[in-house]
Protein backbone atom coordinates (compact mmCIF):
# COMPACT_ATOMS: atom_id res chain seq x y z
CA UNK A 1 0.00 0.00 0.00
CA UNK A 2 1.39 3.69 -1.16
CA UNK A 3 2.02 6.02 1.75
CA UNK A 4 0.03 9.02 2.02
CA UNK A 5 2.42 12.09 1.23
CA UNK A 6 2.57 14.32 4.20
CA UNK A 7 3.15 17.87 4.48
CA UNK A 8 3.10 21.16 6.45
CA UNK A 9 2.45 20.61 10.18
CA UNK A 10 1.37 16.84 10.18
CA UNK A 11 5.23 16.31 8.62
CA UNK A 12 7.01 18.28 11.24
CA UNK A 13 4.47 16.87 14.04
CA UNK A 14 5.79 13.64 12.62
CA UNK A 15 9.57 14.25 12.40
CA UNK A 16 9.24 15.93 16.02
CA UNK A 17 7.78 12.63 17.44
CA UNK A 18 10.41 10.10 15.35
CA UNK A 19 13.07 12.40 16.89
CA UNK A 20 11.73 12.09 20.52
CA UNK A 21 11.10 8.66 20.47
CA UNK A 22 14.55 7.89 19.06
CA UNK A 23 16.22 10.27 22.30
CA UNK A 24 13.86 8.70 24.64
CA UNK A 25 14.51 5.03 23.35
CA UNK A 26 17.75 4.64 22.00
CA UNK A 27 19.47 7.98 23.28
CA UNK A 28 21.02 10.88 21.47
CA UNK A 29 23.98 9.06 19.76
CA UNK A 30 21.37 7.48 17.25
CA UNK A 31 19.66 10.70 16.23
CA UNK A 32 20.49 10.99 12.83
CA UNK A 33 18.60 12.33 9.84
CA UNK A 34 18.41 8.87 8.11
CA UNK A 35 17.14 6.78 11.54
CA UNK A 36 14.45 10.55 11.98
CA UNK A 37 13.78 10.01 8.23
CA UNK A 38 12.52 6.40 8.26
CA UNK A 39 11.01 6.33 11.50
CA UNK A 40 8.63 9.30 10.34
CA UNK A 41 8.42 8.41 6.97
CA UNK A 42 10.35 10.95 5.11
CA UNK A 43 13.26 11.70 3.26
CA UNK A 44 16.54 12.69 4.33
CA UNK A 45 16.47 16.11 2.22
CA UNK A 46 13.44 17.36 3.58
CA UNK A 47 15.06 16.93 6.97
CA UNK A 48 17.89 18.53 5.68
CA UNK A 49 16.59 21.50 4.25
CA UNK A 50 14.72 22.57 8.13
CA UNK A 51 17.67 21.86 10.45
CA UNK A 52 21.02 22.56 10.27
CA UNK A 53 21.84 19.29 12.58
CA UNK A 54 20.42 16.38 14.81
CA UNK A 55 21.02 18.41 17.87
CA UNK A 56 19.29 21.59 16.95
CA UNK A 57 16.05 19.07 15.37
CA UNK A 58 16.37 17.65 19.22
CA UNK A 59 16.24 21.00 21.00
CA UNK A 60 13.40 21.67 18.44
CA UNK A 61 11.58 18.21 19.03
CA UNK A 62 11.77 19.03 22.66
CA UNK A 63 10.75 22.95 22.74
CA UNK A 64 7.71 21.32 20.61
CA UNK A 65 6.78 19.36 23.55
CA UNK A 66 7.02 21.47 25.83
CA UNK A 67 4.66 24.11 23.95
CA UNK A 68 2.69 21.42 23.29
CA UNK A 69 2.26 20.38 27.11
CA UNK A 70 2.15 23.75 28.12
CA UNK A 71 -0.36 25.26 26.40
CA UNK A 72 1.77 27.70 24.95
CA UNK A 73 5.34 29.29 25.61
CA UNK A 74 6.14 30.41 29.17
CA UNK A 75 5.82 34.44 28.00
CA UNK A 76 2.71 33.52 27.36
CA UNK A 77 1.00 31.85 30.56
CA UNK A 78 -2.33 33.35 31.51
CA UNK A 79 -1.09 35.37 35.04
CA UNK A 80 -4.23 34.98 37.89
CA UNK A 81 -2.16 36.05 40.79
CA UNK A 82 -3.49 38.84 42.91
CA UNK A 83 0.32 40.23 43.85
CA UNK A 84 3.87 40.08 42.37
CA UNK A 85 4.78 37.29 44.61
CA UNK A 86 2.06 35.14 42.75
CA UNK A 87 2.54 35.98 39.30
CA UNK A 88 6.34 35.13 39.91
CA UNK A 89 4.88 32.00 41.70
CA UNK A 90 2.83 31.07 38.95
CA UNK A 91 5.67 31.40 36.00
CA UNK A 92 8.31 30.03 37.83
CA UNK A 93 6.30 26.79 38.89
CA UNK A 94 5.19 26.33 35.01
CA UNK A 95 8.82 26.98 34.38
CA UNK A 96 10.37 24.15 36.36
CA UNK A 97 7.38 21.86 34.96
CA UNK A 98 9.08 22.91 31.34
CA UNK A 99 12.33 22.09 32.19
CA UNK A 100 11.43 18.46 34.11
CA UNK A 101 10.95 17.39 30.32
CA UNK A 102 14.26 17.97 29.06
CA UNK A 103 15.59 14.40 29.68
CA UNK A 104 18.79 13.18 31.11
CA UNK A 105 20.22 12.85 27.31
CA UNK A 106 19.28 16.19 26.01
CA UNK A 107 21.11 17.63 29.04
CA UNK A 108 23.88 15.83 28.18
CA UNK A 109 23.64 17.32 24.63
CA UNK A 110 23.67 20.81 26.03
CA UNK A 111 26.92 20.72 27.81
CA UNK A 112 28.54 19.04 25.78
CA UNK A 113 27.26 21.62 22.77
CA UNK A 114 27.77 24.24 25.60
CA UNK A 115 31.42 24.66 25.42
CA UNK A 116 31.51 25.37 21.41
CA UNK A 117 31.37 29.10 21.49
CA UNK A 118 30.76 29.61 17.96
CA UNK A 119 27.83 26.78 17.50
CA UNK A 120 25.07 28.24 15.85
CA UNK A 121 22.68 26.32 17.06
CA UNK A 122 23.47 26.43 20.75
CA UNK A 123 23.77 30.77 20.02
CA UNK A 124 20.31 30.28 18.75
CA UNK A 125 18.80 28.48 21.60
CA UNK A 126 20.11 30.54 24.06
CA UNK A 127 19.19 33.85 22.98
CA UNK A 128 15.41 32.16 21.96
CA UNK A 129 15.24 31.07 25.57
CA UNK A 130 16.54 34.43 27.22
CA UNK A 131 14.24 36.45 25.05
CA UNK A 132 11.34 34.10 26.40
CA UNK A 133 12.13 34.36 30.13
CA UNK A 134 13.06 37.79 29.95
CA UNK A 135 9.61 38.46 28.13
CA UNK A 136 7.94 36.40 31.25
CA UNK A 137 9.41 38.62 33.74
CA UNK A 138 8.66 41.74 32.10
CA UNK A 139 4.61 41.01 31.79
CA UNK A 140 4.73 40.24 35.59
CA UNK A 141 6.50 43.55 36.03
CA UNK A 142 3.74 45.31 33.93
CA UNK A 143 0.91 43.37 35.82
CA UNK A 144 2.42 44.18 39.38
CA UNK A 145 3.01 47.94 37.70
CA UNK A 146 -0.55 48.45 37.67
CA UNK A 147 -1.18 47.73 40.61
CA UNK A 148 1.23 49.65 42.07
CA UNK A 149 3.39 47.07 43.32
CA UNK A 150 6.33 48.34 42.03
CA UNK A 151 7.39 51.96 39.86
CA UNK A 152 7.91 52.43 36.08
CA UNK A 153 10.50 50.86 34.58
CA UNK A 154 11.95 48.26 33.45
CA UNK A 155 14.26 45.55 35.39
CA UNK A 156 18.03 45.11 34.77
CA UNK A 157 18.62 42.42 32.08
CA UNK A 158 20.88 40.01 34.56
CA UNK A 159 17.99 40.64 37.50
CA UNK A 160 15.22 39.24 34.81
CA UNK A 161 17.66 36.24 34.11
CA UNK A 162 18.66 35.39 37.08
CA UNK A 163 16.26 33.29 38.42
CA UNK A 164 15.89 31.11 35.48
CA UNK A 165 19.57 30.46 35.00
CA UNK A 166 19.22 29.43 39.31
CA UNK A 167 16.72 26.83 38.65
CA UNK A 168 17.90 25.81 35.68
CA UNK A 169 21.14 24.98 37.86
CA UNK A 170 18.98 22.83 40.47
CA UNK A 171 17.52 20.68 38.05
CA UNK A 172 20.32 19.59 36.25
CA UNK A 173 22.38 19.02 39.11
CA UNK A 174 19.31 16.91 40.32
CA UNK A 175 18.21 19.21 43.40
CA UNK A 176 14.83 19.29 44.21
CA UNK A 177 12.59 22.30 43.13
CA UNK A 178 9.42 22.53 45.83
CA UNK A 179 7.03 25.05 46.53
CA UNK A 180 9.24 26.22 49.75
CA UNK A 181 12.28 26.22 47.77
CA UNK A 182 10.38 28.81 44.77
CA UNK A 183 8.92 30.91 47.82
CA UNK A 184 12.36 31.49 48.97
CA UNK A 185 13.15 32.47 45.80
CA UNK A 186 10.72 34.91 45.52
CA UNK A 187 9.91 36.06 49.07
CA UNK A 188 13.23 36.70 49.91
CA UNK A 189 15.31 37.57 46.96
CA UNK A 190 13.25 38.84 43.99
CA UNK A 191 10.35 40.68 45.73
CA UNK A 192 12.91 42.67 47.53
CA UNK A 193 15.29 42.95 44.95
CA UNK A 194 12.72 44.16 42.40
CA UNK A 195 11.52 46.45 44.56
CA UNK A 196 14.99 47.76 44.99
CA UNK A 197 15.27 48.19 41.39
CA UNK A 198 11.90 50.10 40.81
CA UNK A 199 10.78 51.44 44.13
Known amino acids: MTKTR ?3 TELEA ?44 AIAAI ?10 QLDEVVLTGQSLADDLFQVFERFTVSIDTFNQALVIAWFRHSDQQNNPEVKDLLNSVKQIDAHAIERVCQRAQKRGELQAGTLPRDLQLMPFDWLRYRVFANEPVTDKTLHLLIDDFLVPAYQHALG
Open 63 to 72: RDQIITENHG
Open 14 to 57: AIYQATRDILNQDGLEQLTFANVAERAGTSKPVIYRRWRSPFEL
Open 6 to 8: RRG
